[in-house]
C-alpha cells in the first residue's frame, strides 16, 4: 500500500490519496487553492471541488472515468438539484455508486467530495 501526502508543503492529519491494491482513497476536496478555500457559487465551489480531486487522481494516472465511488456532501439542501444537472458534466455511464448528505458543511464550504477509484484492469 502507499499513500501520498499533500504537495501544497501544509501540515494535515490526512493524505491527499491513499492506494490500497486495486483501489484509489480520494480525501474529501472542497474549493481550495493552496490551502485557502476559495468561495463562490455553489456551481464555482462544486467545479473547483472537482477539478481538485482530477488533479489528484492525475497524479496517480487515472481520471473521474476510473471512480467507482463518489461521497458528495453538500450543506444547503436547496443545492442538490444543481448539484445533480452538474454531476452529469463529470461523470458518465456507467454511473459510480453515490451517497449525497446535505447540510453537513457548517457553512464553511457549499461543497466537497471524496471518491474511490479503480486502478485494476
Do not use: H, W
Not at 94 to 110: F, I, M, Q, S, Y
Amino acid at each position: 500500500m502507499t499513500s501520498q501526502v499533500r504537495q501544497d508543503g501544509n501540515t494535515a492529519n490526512f493524505s491527499a490519496y491513499f492506494r490500497a491494491g486495486d483501489f484509489v482513497f480520494v480525501s474529501g476536496q472542497a474549493s481550495v487553492e493552496d490551502g485557502a478555500i476559495v468561495p463562490g457559487t455553489f456551481e464555482e465551489e462544486m467545479r473547483r471541488s472537482i477539478e481538485n480531486v482530477r488533479k489528484v487522481l492525475s497524479q496517480t494516472g487515472l481520471q473521474l472515468s476510473d471512480v467507482v465511488k463518489v461521497g458528495a456532501y453538500v450543506d444547503n439542501p436547496a443545492d442538490v438539484p444543481e448539484f445533480n444537472r452538474r454531476y452529469r458534466e463529470y461523470f458518465g455511464d456507467p454511473l459510480p455508486a453515490r451517497t449525497t448528505l446535505t447540510g453537513c458543511l457548517g457553512g464553511a464550504v457549499k461543497f466537497e467530495i471524496d471518491v474511490v477509484a479503480y486502478a485494476g484492469e
